[in-house]
């Protein structure tokens, strides 16, 4: 028994060590290859949830897609060293909800559900934004359709909107696809053969439920008739009870990597799912409205899943309607969303998802608005990698790749860089390529016969 409890520690060391060379986090595979052990995936599987169970690592994205990610200072060398300061600026309040969530779950205090948290919102007296926050954020998405009928501007971007938005509210969820292959996905069908279906279907739900949103703005509203479709087209062949399509939850449920438990009895859960429509519904500040209901809808969990993707598209229902620029979770990390939701979870403290929504909704504004285009700050990655991106989509153009070809180059050149930038560098090439015409394809040192022969190889193999 000694020799096997040896054993087992020098694997859970081995895969701890394996881990540190994975900053964005490994698949099961990756842990297995790095670490070398010689042990069936079953028992890899176990060592890997003793080691999350005692607050060594930490896991983002779900199933298939599942990744382990080693908590700094969990023996990857670096002894009592400080977290690496996050992607998005927090706030003092922020950096406090990070560091209470941020604890190992066996020593952050079971919850359960408190209605006082919806019950004392009052709409118009209380607020989740600053008055100046307000500003800030009207100032950035403000359109020149302001004054049209609603939904007009989002219908005029509709086509950027849903790439932009099906891509990153899945990769939120753990979603593999690329922003390219979301495009070829999208515009004709063609999905992955090296992912699974199930990631191909939420895409496609994503789709379906902004044009539901876009489309139909006069109906739409923070009521049960949009909710409750919201939901039954994101869960589209995704759940396997379909009457649980749009349906309220009726049982008990939890929430991976929290400590809190939501309601579990169906009346009271309709009663506040009510209560919160009712009151979201009544928010006269659109952003006050998109927040809200990211905040309030998750904390329900009035689903039996799916609930902050419904949450993510709903948000969105108040800028469409007063034509704002869209909220789409551009460049947002998985964790630091993932770690905001959690402090509204089991804190009811809304700074760190807060600092999160400031942040997203001025990286999507940049690309809707023109005027924050020109105000804007460079991206950093892109300015590190300018003369790779630039030699990349040379060789793409001056070589007619088509969609998959371009999406295997870029992978591979990806590869080469170090594993922190990959994700971010693919999403830039890709988002260049996409935004490459007639008026801007002289910066890559492109002739007109070259981008006039790509071009035509491009939309034949996006109608083929």
């Given at each position: 028994?000694k020799?096997?409890?040896?054993?087992?520690?020098?694997?859970l060391e081995?895969i701890?060590?394996?881990?540190?060379?994975?900053?964005d986090?490994a698949?099961i595979?990756?842990?297995?290859?790095?670490?070398r052990?010689?042990i069936?995936?079953?028992?890899?599987?176990?060592?890997l949830?003793?080691?999350?169970e005692?607050?060594?690592?930490?896991?983002s994205?779900?199933?298939?897609?599942?990744?382990y990610?080693?908590v700094r200072g969990?023996?990857?060398?670096?002894g009592?060293?400080?977290p690496?300061k996050?992607?998005?600026p927090l706030?003092a309040g922020?950096?406090k909800?990070?560091?209470?969530?941020?604890?190992?779950?066996?020593?952050?205090?079971?919850v359960?559900?408190n209605?006082y948290?919806?019950?004392?919102y009052?709409p118009?007296?209380?607020?989740y934004l600053t008055?100046e926050?307000?500003?800030?954020?009207?100032g950035?998405?403000?359109?020149a359709r302001?004054?049209?009928p609603?939904g007009?501007?989002?219908?005029e971007?509709l086509?950027?909107m849903?790439?932009d938005l099906s891509w990153?509210?899945?990769?939120l969820?753990g979603n593999?696809?690329?922003?390219?292959?979301?495009?070829?996905?999208?515009?004709?069908g063609?999905?992955?053969d090296?992912?699974s279906?199930a990631?191909?279907?939420?895409?496609?739900?994503?789709?379906?439920a902004i044009e539901?949103?876009v489309r139909a703005?006069?109906?739409?509203?923070f009521?049960?008739y949009t909710?409750?479709?919201?939901h039954?087209?994101?869960?589209?062949n995704?759940?396997?009870?379909?009457?649980?399509?749009?349906?309220?939850?009726s049982f008990g449920?939890?929430?991976?990597?929290?400590?809190?438990?939501?309601?579990a009895i169906?009346?009271q859960?309709?009663?506040?799912?009510s209560?919160?429509l009712e009151?979201?519904?009544?928010i006269k500040?659109?952003?006050e409205?998109?927040?809200?209901?990211?905040?309030q809808l998750p904390y329900?969990?009035?689903?039996?899943?799916i609930?902050?993707?419904?949450?993510?598209?709903?948000?969105?229902?108040?800028l469409n309607r007063q034509?704002?620029?869209?909220l789409?979770f551009?460049?947002?990390?998985n964790?630091?969303?993932?770690?905001?939701?959690?402090g509204?979870?089991?804190?009811?403290r809304?700074?760190?998802l807060k600092?999160?929504?400031?942040?997203a909704?001025e990286r999507?504004?940049?690309r809707?608005?023109s005027l924050?285009?020109?105000?804007?700050?460079?991206?950093p990655?892109?300015?590190?990698?300018?003369e790779?991106?630039?030699v990349l989509i040379?060789?793409i153009?001056s070589?007619s790749?088509?969609h998959?070809?371009?999406s295997?180059?870029i992978r591979?050149?990806?590869?080469?860089?170090?594993?922190?930038?990959?994700p971010k560098?693919?999403g830039?090439v890709?988002?260049e390529?996409?935004?490459?015409?007639?008026?801007?394809?002289a910066?890559?040192?492109?002739?007109p016969q070259e981008?006039?022969?790509w071009?035509e190889?491009?939309?034949k193999?996006?109608?083929?």
């Amino acid at each position: 028994m000694k020799g096997t409890q040896k054993n087992i520690k020098q694997e859970l060391e081995a895969i701890k060590t394996a881990l540190v060379q994975f900053k964005d986090g490994a698949s099961i595979e990756d842990v297995k290859t790095i670490s070398r052990l010689d042990i069936e995936l079953r028992s890899l599987q176990r060592r890997l949830e003793k080691l999350h169970e005692q607050g060594q690592i930490t896991l983002s994205g779900k199933t298939r897609s599942t990744l382990y990610h080693l908590v700094r200072g969990s023996g990857d060398g670096e002894g009592k060293a400080q977290p690496e300061k996050p992607p998005v600026p927090l706030t003092a309040g922020g950096r406090k909800i990070l560091a209470m969530v941020s604890r190992p779950k066996q020593q952050r205090s079971p919850v359960g559900y408190n209605r006082y948290f919806l019950q004392l919102y009052r709409p118009n007296n209380d607020s989740y934004l600053t008055t100046e926050e307000k500003a800030r954020l009207a100032g950035m998405g403000k359109t020149a359709r302001l004054d049209q009928p609603a939904g007009t501007y989002a219908r005029e971007i509709l086509n950027r909107m849903l790439m932009d938005l099906s891509w990153n509210s899945s990769r939120l969820e753990g979603n593999s696809y690329t922003l390219l292959d979301t495009e070829r996905l999208i515009s004709l069908g063609e999905a992955d053969d090296s992912k699974s279906v199930a990631e191909a279907q939420m895409i496609l739900n994503h789709k379906d439920a902004i044009e539901f949103i876009v489309r139909a703005a006069n109906g739409i509203g923070f009521n049960r008739y949009t909710i409750l479709n919201l939901h039954a087209l994101l869960s589209n062949n995704l759940l396997p009870d379909p009457a649980a399509w749009g349906r309220l939850r009726s049982f008990g449920t939890g929430i991976h990597q929290s400590v809190y438990t939501p309601l579990a009895i169906a009346p009271q859960i309709e009663e506040m799912f009510s209560l919160m429509l009712e009151k979201a519904e009544h928010i006269k500040d659109p952003f006050e409205q998109a927040f809200f209901i990211m905040v309030q809808l998750p904390y329900l969990q009035p689903f039996d899943n799916i609930n902050k993707r419904v949450a993510r598209l709903a948000a969105n229902i108040s800028l469409n309607r007063q034509n704002l620029a869209p909220l789409s979770f551009i460049d947002v990390p998985n964790d630091i969303y993932t770690q905001g939701m959690i402090g509204v979870y089991e804190l009811n403290r809304v700074e760190l998802l807060k600092d999160v929504f400031l942040w997203a909704y001025e990286r999507s504004s940049l690309r809707y608005t023109s005027l924050r285009q020109s105000l804007g700050e460079p991206d950093p990655l892109r300015l590190k990698y300018r003369e790779e991106i630039r030699v990349l989509i040379t060789e793409i153009v001056s070589g007619s790749l088509s969609h998959k070809e371009a999406s295997a180059l870029i992978r591979a050149k990806a590869v080469q860089l170090p594993e922190n930038d990959q994700p971010k560098f693919i999403g830039s090439v890709e988002t260049e390529l996409l935004a490459l015409h007639e008026g801007n394809f002289a910066r890559y040192w492109i002739s007109p016969q070259e981008f006039r022969r790509w071009k035509e190889v491009w939309t034949k193999s996006k109608t083929h």
